[in-house]
Structure formats: structure tokens, C-alpha cells
């Protein structure tokens, strides 16, 4: 299931995964993420999935939903997208990884980890055997 790991303040990251069919963001505690910021619109933006696919849409704010630092009205998301809203930064997880509290603020604090781990590892054959003079 995907998700998305908040950060509201530097010390602190919560996974919470997306509800389907969407998940509004916002300021008004009625979101299913809430953010308590003055830059943040009651009902700033959604998250919607279909199927594999999960898609942020700005809705209407004022202030805009960034993607990896550019503002986008719409833009679909891929594993280590980082999202901000106000003064909230995410990263979203399309995987099924859990995170510990410390390696989801890692995530969200280390430009390109996330994308790192879902790598293949790559395998190095093995070494022939040294031949003796």
C-alpha cells in the first residue's frame, strides 16, 4: 500500500499510509492528513490512487503543493517524490517498507536514499581463483 512519511517539525516523521480511493490534505482537522500552518489552505490538495498509480492534485490552495522543489497543479508520484505543503515536508513510499521513526526521518532528510534502497543491489561475479608462478 502506499504511503507517505511527514515530517511537521525537524525532530519528528509519522508513516501514514494513503487511503483509497483519496486522501485530502489540509489545515482543517477534518483532513486525513492534518497541517496546523498558516501557509496551509483548509483543504489544500488530495492524493488519489488508482490502481499502481497515486496522483497529487492541488486543490485550488493558495500558496501551492511542490513536488521535488517545483510547484505543480497535478503530478503523479513516484517512489522518494518529495512533497511540500506549508511548512510540511513529505516523502512518498509506493512500496509496502516500513520504516523506523529514525530511518523515516533519514528519508526524508537525505536527498536520494530513498531511491537508493529500492535499487537492485548489484552482484559482482566471482573472482577467479590466483594462479601461483
Known sequence: MPKVIVMRDPATAEQIP???PETKIGR????????????VSRVHASLV???PFVTLTDLDSR?????????VASQMLVTGDEIRIGNCLMRFVAGEQDF???EALRLLTVPGL?????????QLPPTPPR???
Open 114 to 122: 530513498l531511491v537508493d534502497l529500492d535499487s537492485p543491489r548489484v
Open 100 to 102: 523506523t521513526s529514525v
Open 131 to 133: 594462479r601461483e608462478p
Open 49 to 51: 490512487v488508482d490502481g
Open 18 to 20: 494513503l487511503r483509497i
Open 63 to 71: 500558496n501551492g503543493v511542490f513536488v521535488n522543489g517545483v510547484r
Open 28 to 39: 482543517a482537522p477534518t483532513n486525513d492528513i492534518a497541517i496546523d500552518h498558516e501557509q
